[in-house]
C-alpha cells in the first residue's frame, strides 16, 4: 500500500534536534487553516490549487504500539481495527456498509508512535462522512465491535504466518533488535489480549487532544471547520493526552541462524538483516544510499552478481528500516534456491562496502534514484498532510525531506565508508531462512535458532 511506502521514511522520530514548527503553507494549496478545538483537537483544512477528483480525510492519532503501560503490540492494532468494526446501534447497518453506500475507501496502518487512518470519498458525501467519523471516534466500542477486530485481526496475523515474505520480515526485526524486557525472537501476535486492556488503551489514547484531522479537498474551509467542530467537538481537554515514550531496543550480537520450514516457502526465501544507527538526518540518508547501491535497483550490486552472473536468486531486494528513534534495520531478501551461495554473496557485498569505498559512478546512480522518489514525495499533499500532522503531535523533531538534497550530495564514497564503518555492527548480522524443505544451510541449529 502507498501508505505502508511513507512510513517507511516518515514514521520514525529524530531526536538530534529540538523540536520542529509546523509550516504556514504547504505547496500546491491555495489554502491551509489549522485550527484547535476547546477539546484540544487539531485540525487541517487544505483546498489544492488544482481540483483534485475526490476529498481526502486523514486522521492521525498518538496511539501506537509504544504508548506507555501497554506492553503489548496487538492492544494498538486491534484498537485501530475497532474504529470501524461493527454497527453504530443494533438498529443500523455495519459501519463498513455505511462507508461503501457513501462511497467511502479505507485504509489504515499502526506504527511505534502512531495509528493512521486515510479515508478517499466522493466530495458530496464529505459532510455525512464526517458525522459518521465523528460518532465513530466518540462511542464506546460494543462488545461485538471489539470481538470482531479481534477476529480481523488474527485473519491478518494468519495471513503474515502464511506469506513467507512477511513471516520473514516479522522474524527478522524481531532478532536484530529486541525491547530490553523481550525475548530473543518472541512473536507478538501470541500476546493475549483482554477486553479491559482493549478499552482502557482506546480511552487513553483516542482521545480528540491526541489526533490530527485533515480535511483536503474542494468544499470550503469555513464550512469544513464548522461541520468539524459540531462533529468533532466534544470530549476531553489536552491535558488528558498520553505522550508516547518509546521503549528502549537492544541490538542483538549474533550472529543468528533460523531456519524456519514453510510448504509455501518454494522456492526459498533468505533474509539477512544487521542492525544500524542513525545519530541524525544525515546518517539516515546516508543508509538509504548504501541500500540502493546494494539491491534496491536493477543496476545495485546484488542484482548483478546474483541475478546477472550467478542466476541465483528469483528476486532480490535490501532495504533500510527505521526501527524507534535511531535504529536502523537492514534488510536484504531474495528467494532463491540457493540459501548458501546467496548468503556468502550478501556477507562478502557487505564486507566490501565496509572495508573498501564505493565506486563513484554507482553512488552517483543511487543519489539520482534517491532524489527521484524524494521528489515524487514532495509533490504529494498526502504525504505533507501527514508529515504536519507528526509534527504537531511529536514532543520531538520530525524528519525533513526537503534537507536531504544537500545531505545525499554532501556524501562521497569515503565518507559513506565512514557511516557504514561507525554506525554498522557486522557481529549483529541475523539471518531467517524459510524453505519448505530441510537446507543444509539448516544443518545443525537446534530448534530451528543458533
Known amino acids: 500500500m502507498r501508505l505502508a511506502v511513507v512510513l517507511v521514511f516518515c514514521l520514525t522520530l529524530v531526536t538530534a534536534a529540538k523540536g520542529s514548527e509546523p509550516p504556514a503553507s504547504i505547496p500546491g494549496l491555495q489554502s491551509l487553516d489549522q485550527v484547535v478545538f476547546d477539546n484540544g483537537l487539531h485540525v487541517l483544512v487544505g483546498q489544492p490549487v488544482h481540483r483534485p477528483l475526490f476529498s481526502e480525510v486523514l486522521v492521525v492519532v498518538r496511539a501506537g504500539t509504544a504508548i506507555p503501560a501497554v506492553g503489548k503490540e496487538e492492544v494498538a492494532w486491534i484498537a485501530a481495527q475497532a474504529l470501524l468494526a461493527g454497527s453504530r446501534s443494533s ?31 466522493p466530495d458530496r458525501s464529505a459532510p455525512a462522512f464526517l458525522q459518521l467519523l465523528g460518532d465513530l471516534i466518540s462511542r464506546d466500542i460494543p ?17 503474515e504466518q502464511a506469506d513467507p515474505w512477511q513471516r520473514g520480515s516479522r522474524q527478522l526485526g524481531d532478532l536484530v533488535w529486541q525491547e530490553a524486557d523481550k525475548p530473543v525472537g518472541r512473536d507478538a501476535s501470541t500476546a493475549v489480549v483482554d477486553r479491559p486492556t482493549l478499552a482502557d488503551f482506546r480511552r487513553r489514547t483516542y482521545s480528540p487532544a491526541n489526533m490530527v ?48 520450514q514453510d510448504a509455501a516457502a518454494n522456492p526459498a526465501v533468505l533474509l539477512i538483516g544487521m542492525g544500524a544507527t542513525a545519530a541524525g538526518d544525515s546518517d539516515f540518508y546516508g543508509w538509504q544510499l548504501v541500500a540502493h547501491i546494494l539491491g534496491a535497483s536493477y543496476n545495485s550490486r546484488l542484482q548483478r552478481r546474483l541475478r546477472s552472473e550467478l542466476q541465483a536468486v528469483y528476486t532480490v531486494e535490501a532495504s533500510v528500516i527505521p526501527v524507534g528513534e535511531q535504529n536502523m534495520l537492514l534488510r536484504i531478501v531474495g528467494q532463491t534456491d540457493q540459501l548458501q551461495t546467496v548468503r556468502e554473496v550478501v556477507r562478502d557485498e557487505l564486507s566490501r562496502l565496509r572495508l573498501s569505498p564505493a565506486g563513484a559512478e554507482e553512488l552517483k546512480f543511487a543519489r539520482a534514484l534517491m532524489r527521484s522518489r524524494l521528489w515524487l514525495d514532495a509533490a504529494s499533499l498526502h504525504d505533507q498532510f501527514y508529515r504536519l500532522s507528526l509534527i504537531i503531535l511529536s514532543h520531538q523533531r520530525v524528519r525533513d525531506p526537503a534537507a536531504a538534497e544537500a545531505l545525499l550530495a554532501a556524501f562521497t564514497p569515503e565518507s559513506l565508508q565512514e557511516l557504514m564503518r561507525r554506525t554498522l555492527n557486522p557481529d549483529t548480522i541475523v539471518t531467517v531462512a524459510l524453505s519448505s524443505r530441510s537446507e543444509s544451510l539448516c544443518e545443525g541449529i537446534d530448534a530451528g535458532t543458533r
Open 213 to 260: 484531522v485533515s480535511v483536503l479537498g474542494n468544499l470550503p474551509s469555513d464550512e469544513l471547520i464548522a461541520a468539524l467542530k459540531a462533529d468533532f467537538g466534544y470530549g476531553r481537554s489536552a491535558a488528558d493526552a498520553p505522550v508516547a515514550e518509546l521503549r528502549p531496543l537492544v541490538r542483538h550480537i549474533g550472529p543468528v541462524v533460523r531456519c524456519l
Open 143 to 159: 462488545p461485538s465491535a471489539w470481538g470482531e477486530a479481534v477476529a480481523r485481526r488474527a485473519q491478518e496475523i494468519a495471513g
Open 91 to 121: 438498529a443500523t447497518a455495519t459501519v463498513r456498509q455505511e462507508l461503501a453506500w457513501l462511497g467511502v475507501s479505507t485504509d489504515f496502518t499502526v506504527g511505534r508512535e502512531v495509528a493512521v487512518f486515510r479515508f478517499a470519498l
